[in-house]
């Protein structure tokens, strides 16, 4: 019986094994278009962001402002962005109590949409095209629940995934940077 299941184990994976090598020496042309564009991942992202308050109390509120600066000699035409907590804060949420909850985008009362119609809700609401040289920032406004935990060791950050286009969408960048938060401490 043991053998019979080791033959089945085998002739199950060996078709994948072999397909890989087949599969690496389909030519370059036949990729779809939209991965045909030139990645330029070695770069920085051009986003940066402030946060208007180092430390808020519970029952404060913080606004972060993201900007965007287009460093390439030719406009960014897209851009996709996605800002959520960082793995330390989704702990202190679990575990130590923080509460927070987002309250308003571009001075708008949450929940209303913030984002292009290419990122769809919370991500990047960039003015597009972004002219080289040129910046386009937007804000996210953030309150910390008035019975929310407190502490010198609680913070409320975030991380973004960023991608753009630009020379007419045949040259991306993409990656992770971080995104200004705050410290919540007790009043």
């Known amino acids: 019986m ?4 080791l033959k089945r184990a085998v002739r199950a994976v060996l ?23 030139a990645r330029t991942a070695s770069l920085p992202i051009p986003v940066t962001s402030v946060s208007d308050r ?3 109390p519970p029952g404060g509120s913080f606004t972060t402002t993201v ?20 793995y330390a804060t989704t702990l202190d949420v679990e575990y130590a109590g923080l509460k927070y909850t987002a309250t308003a985008c571009n001075g708008v009362p949450y929940p ?15 003015a597009l095209p972004l002219a080289p040289g040129a910046s386009t920032s937007y804000t996210l406004t953030y309150t910390i629940a008035p019975d929310s935990a407190c502490g ?10 960023v991608y753009y286009e ?5 040259a991306v960048n993409d990656g992770l940077t971080g995104v200004a938060g705050t410290q919540v401490r007790c009043p």
């Open 2 to 5: 043991r053998l019979t299941f």
């Open 15 to 37: 078709p994948l094994l072999l397909a890989g090598p087949l599969l690496a020496a389909v030519p370059a042309h036949a990729a779809p278009a939209h991965r045909a564009a």
């Open 54 to 56: 180092a430390t808020t």
């Open 67 to 86: 900007t965007l600066t287009n460093p390439h000699d030719t406009p960014i035409r897209f851009v996709f962005q996605t800002v959520q907590q960082t």
């Open 112 to 126: 209303t949409v913030c984002g292009n119609p290419q990122a769809g809700g919370r991500g990047a609401l960039f």
């Open 152 to 161: 010198e060791a609680l913070n409320v950050s975030f991380y973004s995934y």
């Open 166 to 170: 630009y020379q007419g969408g045949a």
